[in-house]
């Protein structure tokens, strides 16, 4: 599969890339092994292209799905991966932030992701995965709430103190 005039080989076994069809149309992909490359256009229409089709079960064994992949995930040893079309060294990401299906990064040229963990993001959208992603974001904007409530009483106990109570109002 050609590149801006290159052929892109396969950052694993080095055999070429060549396109294949997913619900982003086709990708460039390695017949051996499985990795995908794709771009962030590509990406995007892929999860535009998921049917979400998922019940609170669903995604209650999501998460814990992805608590084992976090646990195994810990286990593995790092390895970081050269961009196929620029050759600098990628980020190492999971898709969204509580999947942890591991996915390689270029910020100039797209997603390495092994064909399995492509799967992966496919079934961690269609059962609920954005739902995770919120209840995460939720979580973490209640406890930065409580953090900055914990500092603003501080801050009226400190000048409670000093003399100098001035009541600090934060709308929440």
Same mark, same amino acid.
Request: aromatic share 8%; proline share 4%; charged share 25%.
């Given at each position: 599969?050609?590149?801006?005039?290159?052929?892109?080989?396969?950052?694993?076994?080095?055999?070429?890339?060549?396109?294949?069809?997913?619900?982003?149309?086709?990708?460039?992909?390695?017949?051996?092994?499985?990795?995908?490359?794709?771009?962030?256009?590509?990406?995007?229409?892929?999860?535009?292209?998921?049917?979400?089709?998922?019940?609170?079960?669903?995604?209650?064994?999501?998460?814990?799905?992805?608590?084992?992949?976090?646990?195994?995930?810990?286990?593995?040893?790092?390895?970081?991966?050269?961009?196929?079309?620029?050759?600098?060294?990628?980020?190492?990401?999971?898709?969204?932030?509580?999947?942890?299906?591991?996915?390689? @990064?270029?910020?100039?040229?797209?997603?390495?992701?092994?064909?399995?963990?492509?799967?992966?993001?496919?079934?961690?959208?269609?059962?609920?995965?954005?739902?995770?992603?919120?209840?995460?974001?939720?979580?973490?904007?209640?406890?930065?709430?409580?953090?900055?409530?914990?500092?603003?009483?501080?801050?009226?106990?400190?000048?409670?103190?000093?003399?100098? @109570?001035?009541?600090?109002? @934060?709308?929440?």
């Amino acid at each position: 599969m050609a590149y801006h005039g290159c052929v892109l080989a396969c950052l694993q076994c080095q055999r070429n890339l060549v396109a294949t069809d997913t619900l982003a149309g086709p990708v460039p992909g390695c017949a051996a092994c499985g990795h995908r490359w794709l771009s962030a256009a590509q990406l995007a229409a892929l999860q535009a292209g998921v049917e979400r089709r998922y019940t609170p079960d669903d995604v209650r064994a999501l998460r814990d799905e992805s608590k084992a992949r976090k646990r195994a995930a810990l286990q593995r040893p790092v390895v970081y991966c050269r961009c196929p079309t620029c050759g600098n060294q990628m980020l190492r990401r999971t898709f969204g932030e509580v999947s942890f299906l591991l996915v390689h @990064f270029c910020a100039a040229h797209g997603y390495w992701i092994h064909g399995d963990d492509l799967d992966g993001v496919v079934d961690y959208i269609a059962r609920g995965g954005e739902v995770l992603e919120m209840a995460n974001a939720t979580e973490r904007l209640a406890l930065r709430i409580r953090d900055l409530e914990r500092q603003n009483r501080t801050l009226e106990d400190r000048a409670r103190i000093a003399g100098a @109570f001035i009541p600090l109002a @934060f709308p929440f």
